[in-house]
């Protein structure tokens, strides 16, 4: 089969031109983080980069061979933030492939996946008590661990900084009394506020904001 090299740079640029809406769409709706340099060229580089690699061994069976064995040895060795994240790299690869067989099929997969964000962002909004969207409703949390010197009874005040309570541990250390007080804060304003307030105590042998 002969490559038709007007037709493959027209893919080439239409694939690109669709890995670049789908993260632009994605990252204004749904993850900002997403609107960033180098995402965005992932979002045009990987598309063509898998058109040129399917349209080359589908016209040479060897050379096909050649290739499997070759992508075989490669390994993908940054970090995925999340099967989210991965989803999408697979997305764009998945567009590159298709558009080098059928670029109606490759429009397709890209259409359903762009109307993917802002779909589900109205759901969100409209259920947002729903058990299936729980999890976009989580708050961040703050902790404090406070270290300080005697027992239980001697520190009872730092409990008026506010605060969950999660844990309090205490052991005995080089012939000296050691409590450990692990406090969680609902936003990370007011556990920095109670780190502050900590200051002026004087029993009070170390404080780390997780």
Known sequence: MT?????????????????????????????????????????????????VITSVIASNFFL???????????????PVKSQYDLALLFALITIGVVGGVNMTYAFGIFAFLTLLAPVYAI???????????????????????ISVSGDISDNARLFDIGGQVVSVDSRQLDGERETNIHLRFDTLESALDAQAKLKDRQNVLSVSLN
Not at 6 to 17: K, P, R
Not at 64 to 78: E, P
């Open 3 to 51: 490559l038709d090299i007007q037709t493959v740079v027209m893919n080439l640029f239409a694939v690109s031109a669709m890995g670049a809406i789908l993260f632009l769409v994605h990252g204004f709706i749904l993850n900002p983080y997403l609107r960033h340099q180098n995402t965005l060229l992932t979002s045009i580089m990987l598309p063509p980069t898998a058109l």
């Open 123 to 145: 759901a969100v909004k409209a259920l947002p008590k729903s058990v299936v969207f729980k999890d976009s409703e989580k708050k961040s949390t703050s902790d404090l661990l």
């Open 64 to 78: 096909s061979l050649g290739m499997i064995g070759a992508l075989s040895i490669i390994r993908y060795r940054t």
